[in-house]
């Protein structure tokens, strides 16, 4: 079983929507949670990290619900630029590296 | 600052054939990584180093060999390259305490 699990999409929306992006982890020992965007043939950065309270930064707000072992991505007022691959990123406790999922990719439209 | 650099940024190699791809990053990060990306797969980790001169195994290591001899370097080799390493190849590196990895462009080998 996969430590991330994401739905790949594609997620086609109009400039200005509203759009959320689930993804699941599988190992209940995972501490820390992240948001990567990688643009097509670019390499993977680092969008946000995820609190168990919930975030915001601008029109992004990620979500962690540890009872579910589910992570959400919202993005408001969805921008030509916001269209990239969105991967969700576990670390797992006393492990040295993090776990990629497959990406959700997005594509808005004018 | 650079960052995270990777040479080559392409290569197309024959099965059988040898070669290193290199990774330098000058933010003085004591971790290392090595991930394949493929199609539908994710990333995938291969090799990854905590400091210099040690290495460990990831996810996928099977046909590939690391080094870590200097702290700003990591190396990933293939020995006799198959056309099911035909994948794109990003570096990332890490300062200890932190979960951000930097990542390098990537190399997309193609092994015909």
């Known amino acids: 079983r996969k430590e991330v699990e994401q739905d790949p999409g594609p997620f086609n929306v109009p400039e200005g929507a509203t759009v959320a992006f689930n993804c699941t982890y599988s190992?209940?020992?995972?501490?820390?949670f992240f948001w990567y965007r990688q643009d097509c043939r670019k390499e993977p950065k680092l969008l946000m990290s995820v609190y168990s309270s919930g975030n915001e930064d601008g029109r992004f707000t990620a979500q962690l619900n540890r009872a579910s072992q589910y992570i959400s991505l919202l993005i408001r007022d969805s921008k030509l630029s916001d269209s990239a691959t969105y991967l969700c990123?576990?670390?797992?406790?006393?492990?040295?590296?993090?776990?990629f999922g497959t990406g959700t990719r997005l594509t808005v439209i004018p | 600052n650079a960052g995270v650099t990777q040479t080559p940024k392409f290569r197309v190699l024959k099965t059988g054939q040898s070669m290193t791809l290199l990774c330098a990053q000058d933010?003085?990060?004591?971790?290392m990584y090595w991930y394949r990306q493929d199609p539908g797969m994710g990333l995938r980790l291969i090799h990854y180093?905590?400091?210099?001169?040690?290495?460990a195994k990831g996810e996928v290591p099977d046909g590939y060999n690391v080094s870590r001899l200097k702290k700003q370097n990591f190396l990933l080799g293939l020995e006799s390259a198959a056309p099911s390493q035909t994948s794109v190849y990003f570096c990332?590196?890490?300062?200890?305490?932190?979960?951000?990895?930097?990542f390098g462009p990537g190399t997309r080998l193609t092994v015909l």
């Open positions: 190992n209940s020992a995972s501490q820390s």
């Open positions: 990332a590196s890490t300062r200890h305490g932190s979960n951000e990895q930097f």
């Open positions: 990123v576990v670390r797992v406790t006393g492990a040295n590296n993090l776990f």
């Open positions: 180093s905590v400091g210099e001169g040690t290495t």
């Open positions: 933010m003085n990060h004591e971790y």
